[in-house]
């Protein structure tokens, strides 16, 4: 399989970091699977800057819990999880609402910086149709692994597109080991990316049961493809859209990246 992706030069996001940057989360979920049967699949990215004594685990603890307060009032019980397949597809605008709301007084997270101060946590969706991938590539384990790598070279792309010399410590937090075949096929490739720059990734494969901002991620992936495949929940699909982050500084110009 051959990637290549583009993006016109010359287009700013995200305007100069006053405030220095010095750490993302990048939490990676998906819904749906890779099978060839299956129509559509997405994997969603949430990223924030965490305050200095936040971690993977503790990230977004503050938003989770009032998400989970919501739910507790809709379907009575507190969910030990968020997750969007347990029936919260007709509560998903409103659960994503109350994230940007409870976001916003999480002290696990930074607001400081231009990119965060509006939204302190924004998204990417990425999907991708495996039966017709399937038909190109062949339906085997490597196709799913390689739909997957495209899936996260398209939820880094703002890190990719990051021109200025800025030093970020990223971490990416997937919710099981299942992304790390993937992460491997594209390990050399990221060093090629990112040589010379002052980025660097460290890979994390994690329960989502026990990582707040992988449960978030679920729910965004989930109301995505659920747009994606019925219709249904435009709202939910633009509220995303309308947050996506699209650079962290500088000018993004045309690259090319290449998975064989």
Known sequence: MRVVQFEPKGLIHEHGLRSPLTRLLIFIDESGTTDSSESIFVVASVWCAPD????????????????????KELMGSWPKEIHYASGLSRYSYELLQIVEGCSSEDKSILRTNPIWTKQPIRYRINEVNPETEAMILGDNSETSNLMRAHAILSNLRPLITCHGKVSIEVGVIFDSEV??????????????????????????????????????????AGAARHYFVSGDGKDSHDFLIERAICNIGGKATEFTTKIE
């Open 179 to 220: 992304w790390k075949k993937p992460w491997e096929l594209l390990s050399e490739q990221l060093k090629e990316v990112f040589k010379g720059s002052l980025i660097t990734l460290s890979p994390y494969y994690e329960n989502s049961s026990r990582v707040p901002g992988l449960q978030i991620a679920d729910m965004a």
């Open 52 to 71: 200095s004594g936040s971690g993977v685990q503790n990230a977004l603890k503050h938003t989770s819990d009032g998400v989970k307060r919501r739910i």
